[in-house]
């Protein structure tokens, strides 16, 4: 299984754009963060390592 992360830091910035070209790489489990690059702590990210992990 294909997973993606994708991440936005303004409202100017479109998710939708990045989830849409990660689907055209059969990415079937999409995990997404909308904050500044600058924080250490990345809820989305996070659980995409963790789900990677587990199988």
């Known amino acids: ?22 689907k055209k790489y059969d990415c079937e489990k999409i995990f997404t963060d909308h904050m500044s690059g600058s924080k250490k702590e990345r809820p989305g990210l996070k659980s995409a390592i963790e789900f990677s992990r587990s199988g």
Do not use: P
């Open 1 to 22: 299984m294909n997973i993606g992360y994708a991440r936005v830091s303004t409202g100017l910035q479109n998710l939708h754009l990045q989830k849409d070209s990660l």
